[in-house]
């Protein structure tokens, strides 16, 4: 079995209303209880439907549409607040910015450089480090969208 490591697009960081999760959050919900509310603000964006702050992923709304039209299960969507820097705004100043949705990944596995194990079996998971692992299913559904500056690595089974 091969799974695939994605490290997206990072366009931007956590902004001033992100709010953090608690060490009791994080012992209950793993790296996703790390933030419980995301703020997303943009300094730059080359276009990609999916991307990082770590350790976060949002997706656009047209793949968030697609996600929930499809047979997946092991994700969860959550409304983000998506904002962008000064700096963005001096850099683009006519570019828009599409709706953008928290993405948080169900499944559970761990990773050590090219390698994976305690997988949990889902097409779409998270490592303890907020690392994002998919399945080959998983990987062709996400490149039907806009997903060029997001690196992929295989991953084995130890």
């Avoid at 697009?9 to 790296?31: A, L, P, Q």
């Avoid at 549409?65 to 904002?83: A, R, V, W």
């Avoid at 997988?119 to 303890?128: I, K, V």
Wanted: hydrophobic share 35%.
């Amino acid at each position: 079995m091969i799974l695939y490591f994605l490290e997206p697009e990072v366009s931007g960081g956590h902004g001033e209303y992100t709010i953090y999760g608690t060490e009791e959050e994080m012992t209950i919900k793993g790296i996703s209880g790390k933030l419980k509310y995301l703020h997303y603000e943009f300094e730059g964006w080359l276009g990609d439907d999916l991307l990082e702050s770590t350790p976060t992923f949002i997706v656009s709304s047209k793949l968030g549409t697609e996600l929930e039209n499809s047979d997946f299960i092991d994700y969860k969507l959550e409304e983000c607040l998506i904002t962008t820097s000064d700096e963005f705004i001096d850099m683009y100043p006519n570019k828009e910015i599409p709706a953008f949705s928290r993405f948080i990944p169900l499944g559970k596995i761990e990773v050590e450089e090219e390698n994976f194990k305690n997988w949990s079996g889902h097409h779409f998971c998270l490592s303890p480090k907020g690392e994002l692992v998919v399945t080959q299913e998983a990987l062709d559904f996400l490149n039907r969208f806009s997903i060029d500056n997001c690196f992929i690595t295989p991953l084995t089974q130890e």
